[in-house]
Nanobody, 115 residues
């Protein structure tokens, strides 16, 4: 069973930074492609950034140049460094994993960007 747990969300002012983390268990993390999604109130869940088991990354146009996704296979952790945050980045952020045991989702962590 894929188990994912996010942390690091919170309230930040516009222009600020946050670092999200996702701890994985129950899988061989290095064999999984993982990603961050977000869902704002009244909107569909959308892909923010992804990183394959080989390390290739992909970003939504809205976060390019501001967010950086990274993985630590030794610790089974996924991270999302978010800089220059904007009010429109406010959402619940979810960790997602895809691999040999199927898909898994974390419970989400709230990010609120407001002055």
């Amino acid at each position: 069973q894929v188990q994912l747990e996010e942390s690091g969300g919170g309230l930040v002012q516009p222009g600020g930074s946050l670092r999200l983390s996702c701890a994985a268990s129950g899988i061989i993390f290095s064999m999984y492609s993982v990603a961050w999604y977000r869902q704002a109130p009244g909107k569909q869940r959308e892909l923010v950034a992804s990183i394959t088991h080989g390390g290739s990354t992909n970003y939504a146009d809205s976060v390019k140049g501001r967010f950086t996704i990274s993985r630590d296979n030794a610790k089974s952790n996924l991270h999302l460094q978010m800089n220059n945050l904007k009010p429109e980045d406010t959402a619940v952020y979810y960790c997602n994993g895809r691999g040999y045991k199927g898909d898994g989702w974390g419970q989400g962590t709230q990010v609120t960007v407001s002055s």
